[in-house]
T-cell receptor
Framework: GNSVTQMEGPVTLSEEAFLTINCTYTATGYPSLFWYVQYPGEGLQLLLK???ADDKGSNKGFEATYRKETTSFHLEKGSVQVSDSAVYFCALSDQGSNYQLIWGAGTKLIIKP | GAVVSQHPSRVICKSGTSVKIECRSL??????MFWYRQFPKQSLMLMATSNEGSKATYEQGVEKDKFLINHASLTLSTLTVTSAHPEDSSFYIC?????????????FGPGTRLTVT
């Protein structure tokens, strides 16, 4: 079945460092891919998405490209800030089932000043 | 746009009592709503999917008689935790999708922290 695998955290970086959080997926068909972010004590917010191969989603300096050949959707940011500290979830659309999303385990990101 | 509210944000109840959590889509029609449970430092666990006007579909291992879900309108779904016990303490999050689109994007509420004493 469909699945999402994220790199384990926590990921700890210094401010202004380059960020990559890896996400790979297994899916039949052509799923949409998402990155959601959860700040401490809050619900989830959509960070970016891509709906077809080679699409690049971007928002708030974050980017991810839908790579069908490597079944990946890695999240990147060129220069992180302390305010980016949060948990990041990769997800894909489960086209077989009532618009559900399949979730990765989440990666906690800690940015130190 | 696409705002989802949840109420209450925090609730403390005694063991054996029932608690109702509301999830509202404020500016769109939510034909499908999802209820998740999140344990500390863990990912989301989908509890159930509800379509407006239909019975909710529960995930394997989730007790439908304990976690009652009602989705009676296009803007409101409720989760009632019946006869709550300390092990039901958790962070409950709802999400909704806009039924006027074909998008899989889910819009999330801010979550409800339930503590059962």
């Amino acid at each position: 079945g469909n699945s999402v695998t994220q790199m384990e955290g926590p990921v700890t970086l210094s401010e202004e460092a380059f960020l990559t959080i890896n996400c790979t997926y297994t899916a039949t068909g052509y799923p949409s891919l998402f990155w959601y972010v959860q700040y401490p004590g809050e619900g989830l917010q959509l960070l970016l998405k891509a709906t077809k191969a080679d699409d690049k989603g971007s928002n708030k300096g974050f980017e991810a490209t839908y790579r069908k050949e490597t079944t990946s959707f890695h999240l990147e940011k060129g220069s992180v800030q302390v305010s980016d500290s949060a948990v990041y979830f990769c997800a894909l659309s489960d086209q077989g089932s009532n618009y559900q999303l399949i979730w990765g385990a989440g990666t906690k990101l800690i940015i130190k000043p | 746009g696409a705002v989802v509210s949840q109420h209450p944000s925090r609730v403390i109840c005694k063991s054996g009592t029932s608690v109702k959590i509301e999830c509202r889509s404020l500016d769109f029609q939510a034909t499908t709503m999802f209820w998740y449970r999140q344990f500390p430092k863990q990912s989301l666990m989908l509890m159930a999917t509800s379509n407006e006007g239909s019975k909710a579909t529960y995930e394997q291992g989730v007790e439908k008689d304990k976690f009652l879900i009602n989705h009676a309108s296009l803007t409101l779904s409720t989760l009632t935790v019946t006869s709550a016990h300390p092990e039901d303490s958790s962070f409950y999050i709802c999400s909704a999708r806009d039924g006027t689109t074909y998008s899989y994007e889910q819009y999330f509420g801010p979550g409800t922290r339930l503590t059962v004493t």
